[in-house]
């Protein structure tokens, strides 16, 4: 299930921007859509976006629109989640999954690969 590799995470202050990483290794990332999910303290993983093998994007939490952009690069076989104008909720473990295509809900089942996830914590 550990096939995925997140970096990237750490602290940053109210207003600034983080780019995260997800790297796989054994098979070529651009067969999957990807997906970015974060899970705060005490709170229940959620969806924040996917991209799809054909580059279309879903944005699963309203909060973030207009400041997180998911991207990837099939030449270094990574999917990048670019995060500006970061605010103190956004603080979580954020985890990439792999697996077939982005759906209309954010259903973990619904990927097959997890990364270990990497920790963002928003202060000041």
């Known amino acids: 299930q550990l096939q995925l590799a997140e970096s990237g995470g750490g602290l940053v202050q109210p207003g600034g921007s983080l780019r995260l990483s997800c790297a796989a290794s054994e098979f070529t990332l651009d067969n999957y859509a990807v997906a970015w999910f974060r899970q705060a303290p005490g709170k229940e993983r959620e969806g924040v976006l996917c991209?799809?093998?054909?580059?279309?994007?879903?944005n699963y939490d309203d909060s973030v629109k207009g400041r997180f952009t998911i991207s990837r690069d099939n030449a270094k076989n990574t999917v990048y989640l670019q995060m500006n104008s970061l605010k103190a909720e956004d603080t979580a473990g954020y985890y990439c999954?792999?697996?077939?295509?982005?759906?209309?809900?954010?259903?973990?089942?619904?990927?097959?690969?997890w990364g270990q996830g990497t920790r963002v914590t928003v202060s000041s």
């Open positions: 991209i799809s093998r054909s580059g279309t994007t879903v």
């Open positions: 999954a792999a697996g077939d295509e982005c759906g209309y809900y954010a259903l973990e089942w619904h990927y097959s690969y």
